[in-house]
């Protein structure tokens, strides 16, 4: 009867570990998509609570997300530039922070529009 028991009470460690540990595995894996008009292919990432956000990769993709190109980082005040090596109005750029859900956006560049704010979302 007591090996029984602790046969129980390890088998509920072992399982409440397990999905422990896959739930914070989970986090940032999750891929937010979305779409914005920009003056450039410069701005500022900020976090939910509109902190800017230090070290996010930024780079450049082809349309579908596929091949990179141009890569760089924010900067400490959460600004980046990407130099551009593609032509045409519509750009897609994929933001990227280990424990951020992956942000990916498709900006089409108008001289009207606002810089881009880049807001990114805690894992789930």
Not at 4 to 10: D, L, N, P, W
Not at 48 to 74: L, Y
Request: aromatic residues 6%.
């Amino acid at each position: 009867m007591l090996h029984m028991r602790r046969f129980r009470v390890s088998l509920g460690i072992i399982w409440c570990c397990l999905w422990m540990g896959t739930d914070a595995l989970s986090q940032g894996n999750e891929t937010v998509d979305r779409a914005q008009r920009a003056n450039s292919l410069s701005g500022i990432v900020v976090d939910m609570a509109g902190a800017p956000v230090a070290g996010v990769a930024v780079a450049e993709c082809s349309a579908g997300f596929k091949d990179c190109v141009a890569r760089a980082r924010s900067g400490k005040d959460g600004h980046f530039t990407i130099q551009s090596k593609r032509k045409g109005r519509v750009h897609y750029l994929r933001f990227d922070l280990p424990g951020m859900d992956e942000e990916r956006e498709t900006i089409t560049l108008s001289r009207f529009s606002k810089m881009l704010t880049i807001r990114l979302v805690v894992g789930t």
